[in-house]
């Protein structure tokens, strides 16, 4: 079998700059925002120049959310970045996802000079011939209802790329006329002595161990989903949605592997692309590469992303203490009495305190190194780190003892939560925080995967 090389990148959330981009309901807007607004154009228009020069592969795979929310514009403005990469020389594969269309015109926006105002919108059955260069035209079996399709990559590799955007109570679906699509698909790959690598905007597996017990943002059904391509021969998927990076293994019952390649959003941190290489019909090797840096008021990319995303969680923490109400609608919290006493008790707490006192209240020992580090700067560090992947609070070092023991220190009251994981057992949620602040397992950057 030949090598095969590809990139793949993910969520490049395209706007067309154009449409309007400042102002107070912007600022407003952004106070919360992980990824950016203003500046896709660029950082997307620096890629594709990185892209049409990079050398190591022709063929490219974007997974979904291929525009900020489906304003017809910056569909037409992305098209054409791609028609500029395909006349490079490279071979564009990509799937749509929910924020590539709207159903109305209401639920796209822009800002103007007059506020917040609603650009033209793209239906979902638009898209199929907006993107049939890419992707459909060349495509070996296509399911037009649901927006997949199936594309031969090399003589021995076969791209699986799979729509999910439709919803079934309230939730991503891959309905049962889908799945009979996807099994004969991968039988008569296997028929050909084909190796399947599928791309699908929405994560099969968690992301992060704690992901497991949220079941809002994983697709319905997703234990019963992932077995389900494991033993139907397809080993390997690449995905984005939820703008974090990681590499997970999940192993079926009847022993078959399925790995979930999540890759970061371009335009919010963490901001990479994968090259991947098809070694064999068993091995694949995944490297990362940062964003290029991008035309703006800047010169370091990743920094500027990083900063955007802790200014993202100190403005909710900052705003639990000064404008509860504010990060009230925010986390989608109603009540009004002990809760938000609660809350801005918590705001007050976490922007006061320093991590030694934490760990002097809670009886935990604590590295004189972080004695003196902000709670706040110490909660927004964790939570980045688990979008960012390659988590660094593992036991064993400063800051992840002192995460480690506060969940030992709490470990009765965990262990009395009854909360069920995505595979529908009790979920050990000491385990998952535990591994959701420090990674254990597979390198979430760079690895060599055995897939069967």
Known sequence: ????????????????????????????????????????????????????????????????????????KSHDSFIKLLYELKNSGKKIY??????????KREDTFAFGKNGRYSPEHTERRELFDMYKDFGFGDAI?????????????SDNVRLMALNCDLKKDGKHYFFEEQTEWIKEQAKKAKEDNQTIVAMC???????????????????????????FLADNGIHIVFTGHMH?????????????????????????????IRLVSVIDEKTVDIRSIPTPDFEWDTDDCKKYLSDMFDSMIMNLITDMRDDTERAMRKLGIKDKGFTKKGLRFAGKFLCKVKVGTLARLLFIRCDKSIKKM??????????????????????????GDVWVNLLKRIGFILKKIDIKGWDGKKADLYDLLKNTGGNYDIDDYNATLTLK
């Open 94 to 103: 990509v799937v749509t996802a929910d924020h590539d269309f709207k159903n």
């Open 374 to 399: 902000r709670a706040l700067d110490y909660a927004t560090e964790l939570v980045r780190g688990v979008f960012e992947g390659n988590q660094s609070f593992v036991e064993g070092t400063p800051k």
């Open 244 to 272: 974090n990076q990681s590499i997970n293994e999940f192993i079926t019952e009847k022993g078959n592997k399925l790995f979930d390649i999540t890759t970061g959003s371009v335009i919010a941190d963490p901001a990479f």
């Open 201 to 227: 905007h929405y994560p099969i597996l968690p992301g992060q161990p704690l992901f497991s017990v949220i079941s809002k943002i994983l697709i319905r059904d997703a234990h019963k989903f992932a077995t």
């Open 141 to 153: 079996a296509v399911d037009k209802e649901h927006l997949s399709y199936v594309a031969q990559l």
């Open 1 to 72: 079998m030949e090598q095969l090389k590809f990139y793949v990148m993910a969520d490049p959330h395209f706007f067309d700059a154009s449409l309007g981009c400042s102002g107070e309901e912007y600022e407003n807007f952004m106070h919360y925002e992980q990824k950016c607004f203003a500046e896709t154009e660029n950082i997307n228009k620096s890629v594709f120049e990185f892209l049409k020069n990079a050398n190591e592969a022709d063929i490219v795979l974007i997974a979904g959310d291929l525009t900020f929310n489906g304003e017809k």
